[in-house]
């Protein structure tokens, strides 16, 4: 059941997209290890690492915007968006570092249903920008 109006197969896996990054940005998929690149694709079960003086921002597909900083290592854990109703749910994993998130149509229609967790703690969103930061 593809919907129509531009989306296919391949374009519905994609969570998200690559846009503003600086520095050494790596993304980690499938157990291989690749530079992150501003266009490309993130995937559900994908890892951003930044190093020093890095960062980079994601456009997921209901407009959220995640923004991580320097030294950070986040899990894309889960994703799902139906463009159609407006429904999904989103679990991040910070393991270290920092995450900027905006959210998109999700925060709005289900925010309950957006989750970011650190090693200690799990925070539900509420809001519609904020900023964890995880020490390791």
Do not use: C, W
């Not at 290592?73 to 994703?79: C, E, G, K, L």
């Not at 799902?80 to 905006?102: A, E, H, K, Y």
Request: hydrophobic share 35%; aromatic share 2%.
């Amino acid at each position: 059941a593809l919907s129509t109006g531009g989306g296919s197969a391949v374009a519905q896996e994609r969570s998200g997209l690559f846009k503003t990054m600086e520095g050494d940005v790596t993304l980690l998929r499938g157990g291989k290890s690749q530079p992150a690149l501003p266009g490309g694709a993130l995937r559900e079960g994908d890892r951003i690492v930044t190093g020093r003086n890095s960062a980079v921002s994601v456009v997921l597909s209901d407009g959220t915007v995640v923004s991580v900083g320097p030294n950070s290592s986040v899990d894309m854990t889960h994703y799902i968006f139906d463009p159609t109703t407006q429904n999904g749910s989103l679990l991040l994993n910070l393991l270290q570092g920092t995450v900027r998130m905006v959210t998109g149509i999700m925060g709005k229609t289900n925010p309950e249903l957006i989750k970011l967790t650190t090693p200690t703690t799990v925070v539900g969103v509420r809001g519609t920008d904020f900023i964890v930061e995880a020490q390791p």
